[in-house]
């Protein structure tokens, strides 16, 4: 057989992967976008997680995938929602931004929000890939204050895909009566 160049350069793909398990973890906005939407106004929030071991996750995440597919896009998105009749949300992200960062202060331009720390609190979710079976994907979920994830947060639960549907194929067991139990 003949010896291939570049064989002692290359990754070796064993199927091994880092997993992001649910819970707390201290982000940076690396990137803002506003849009303007019929709702309202949406902010994409690029980032990446800069303690603990998961540290530059993203980045490790992107840079692997681009070996395989140049067109590979960031996965550390956070996306708030703005609606002029129900700030509260948007308010909170803020409030947890501004205590995460001191003597940072909103002043209504996003671009302000490159380089702040927040505290993520990241749950898995389910969907359907492109192989038709459900997997879980663990996103960012909620931004809180660093000082609270650093203090623990409590894991929000899986999010489900509608219709109850989960990988097993079952139906929920809470929705099924002693006698319909599959074992």
Known sequence: MKQYEGYAQAEAFTGDYEVLEPGGYICKILQVKSEEKVY??????????VEGEHKDYFKRLLDKK???????????????TIKEDDLK?????????ENSNSGYKWNWDEQSL???L?????????????????????????VRSVE???KGVEVPEVKRLAGGNTSTGYAPIDTLADDELPF
Request: net charge positive; proline share 2%.
């Open 114 to 116: 490159k380089g702040k």
């Open 148 to 150: 609270q994830v650093r």
């Open 40 to 49: 309202g106004t949406l902010l994409r929030i690029g980032f990446d997680i």
């Open 66 to 80: 681009k070996m395989t597919n140049p067109d590979a896009k960031w996965q550390g998105m956070y996306y708030q």
């Open 118 to 142: 927040f505290g993520g609190v990241f749950g898995q979710e389910e969907y359907k890939g492109n192989d038709g079976k459900i997997h879980l994907s663990t996103k960012c979920r909620w």
């Open 89 to 97: 949300y948007f308010k909170g992200f803020m409030t947890a931004i």
